[in-house]
């Protein structure tokens, strides 16, 4: 860049930061930095511009190094971060328009960053960019007191479970003898009422159900953990049996802690994707209206805005599904397509042309700002309409028998089986939801988990490859409760090989809590 960039693209910052603003983002000093492909690279590798060193992470470097050494495509335009001073990295080879751009769609992430409850969330957990820098540097250590395969085999094993977390990211797992006690409290008042109370409105509970209740406070004494754990780390940094090593919790502690940090932005990609691009194609406008840039500009910007946003059929492009989703909300509560008599409406015509002029658009798309996760604007706004507009169908690629070429073809259109598996992809990224419902299975410290199935099988070879992760943290047996071809099922990792028994539930004489 030339210095008189330099000196433009800061009118740029300086200008935007203030039309967003007055488009009733909020903003706060952002550190943006031109920085070349290598540092680029490596931001997007690593999760922060400084982390420890991991081969996933150089595997992904290496992987989006090689793309961009043979096609010059690969890298990101930007990449920003949620800290407490949000930092920016911009490309030095980007073309001024297009960093320009860049800037703009900065400022709609960062009032993202700021209102979202959920990644207000994100940020409450640690100072991530110390932690990380720091990490860095005790992770050398260990490397150089206990060997590099050791410790990078130990970080393997952390990173298999850091996105199995419990579903709500605002909860907090309990102390466990707190829980405990609370649990036994609620069974006493269980079996006090059953012994002490009559009304003629219930039915006193029976003999049978007054045993079970002693049975669960019985159990509940000594079961660990009283309640199911959805926080994988969580338990066995408390628990294993190993038991752990001072640096080998702290691996743990780290990898649980960045996880947690980012866990929000994988919840909430779509609605922050599309925020930011909503908002940066109005801020650009304002630029060209003002003459902060100038028309050829403006062709660049045009090529490169036309490219991020165009519309995929094999892959989900949040940068064009994104701000169509903001779009479609804001037209329907501009035209009052909202509330009962909308819905309970059963003549798709009238529908279709309705029109009450609430105008309350830009007042919803802010709410979605703020209180939307992915998985509730997918459940509200991706319904039929929406998902024909957007050409959502699912499709899969077929030989045309006259000419030989290959062409797409919809595979499913039904909006109900696309809005369920969206649902599933975007929830938890892919990532199924497990417990551990007993610590102590069998009496011998063996860690039983259970799968609650969604009605998606588990990737045998990924499901093995866990569970023998998760032994080198617990380092006694791991047992698996999950369906496989439609049955429930058991697979068990003892050390030295996988099991699987489908002849039933090894957990059938657990508590139900």
């Known amino acids: 860049m030339e210095s008189n960039d330099w000196k433009r693209l800061e009118i740029v910052e300086r200008r935007s930061r203030e039309i967003a603003e007055e488009f009733g983002l909020s903003t706060t000093d952002v550190l943006f930095e031109i920085v070349s492909s290598q540092q680029m690279l490596e931001g997007m590798a ?49 073309p001024f328009a297009l960093n320009a751009l860049v800037i703009a769609h900065v400022w709609g992430h960062v009032d993202f960053f700021l209102k979202s409850r959920y ?35 130990f970080i393997d094993a952390a990173m298999s479970i850091e996105w199995h977390q ?34 003629q409105f219930k039915k006193p ?27 994988l780390l969580w338990y066995i940094i408390r628990k294993s ?57 403006h062709g660049v910007f045009a090529d490169f805005h036309a490219k ?26 501009d035209r009052g397509q909202f509330g009962r008599e909308f819905d309970e409406c059963d003549d798709p015509a009238k529908k279709a042309y309705w029109d009450a002029k609430t105008g309350k658009g830009r007042e919803k798309i802010f709410e979605m700002r703020s209180f939307y996760s992915d998985r509730m604007a ?5 319904d039929a309409d929406f998902i024909r507009r957007n050409d959502l169908y699912l499709y899969t690629q077929t030989v045309d028998p006259q000419n030989g070429d290959i062409v797409d073809v919809v595979a499913e259109r039904d909006p109900e089986k696309i809005r369920r598996i969206l649902k599933h992809l975007f929830v938890h990224y892919g990532t199924p939801v497990i417990r551990v419902e007993d610590g102590n299975h069998n009496q011998r410290g063996e860690l039983y988990l259970v799968h609650e199935f969604d009605g998606f099988e588990l990737d045998p070879s990924y ?34 090989s996988v099991s699987v028994d489908t002849g039933g539930s090894a957990a059938d004489g657990l508590i139900e809590l």
């Not at 047992?479 to 049955?487: M, S």
């Open 205 to 231: 509970e029976t003999k049978a159900e007054i045993r079970e209740i002693e049975k669960r406070l019985k159990r509940l004494a000594r079961k660990t953990p009283p309640e199911p754990v959805y926080d």
């Open 308 to 333: 991020v946003t165009r519309p995929l059929r094999h892959d989900f492009n949040w940068y064009a599904i994104g701000p169509a989703l903001y779009e479609y909300a804001e037209e329907r509560w």
């Open 463 to 496: 499901r093995d490859r866990t569970l023998e992760n998760i032994h080198e943290l617990w380092g006694r047996s791991v047992h698996l409760e999950t369906v496989i071809e439609g049955k429930r099922a058991l697979c068990t990792y003892n050390g030295r």
């Open 378 to 382: 997918i459940e509200q706004f991706f």
């Open 166 to 199: 419990h579903p709500d990211p605002f909860f907090e797992e309990p102390d466990e003898e707190g829980a405990r006690e609370r649990l036994i409290r609620q069974e006493r008042a269980k079996l006090e009422r059953a012994l002490d109370f009559h009304s």
């Open 241 to 297: 049996p190993l038991p752990l090593e001072a640096w080998q919790q702290d691996v743990l502690s780290v990898v649980r802690s960045q996880a947690r940090a980012l866990a929000p932005n994988r919840k909430t990609k779509l609605l922050n994707e599309g925020w930011a691009t909503y908002w940066h194609v109005r801020i650009m406008r304002r630029l060209f209206a003002e003459g902060v840039l100038d028309a050829k500009e």
């Open 46 to 94: 690593y999760r922060f511009p400084t982390n420890f060193s991991h081969w996933t992470f150089g595997r992904d470097y290496e992987r989006a190094r090689t793309i961009y050494e043979h096609t010059g495509g690969g890298l990101p335009y930007e990449v920003v971060w949620n800290f407490e001073t949000p930092q920016a990295f911009l490309l030095e080879s980007n």
């Open 119 to 153: 990644l207000q969330r994100g940020r409450v957990f640690s100072d991530i960019a110390s932690e990380a820098r720091s990490a860095a540097e005790r992770f050398r250590g260990y490397e150089e007191r206990y060997g590099k395969d050791e410790v990078e085999k």
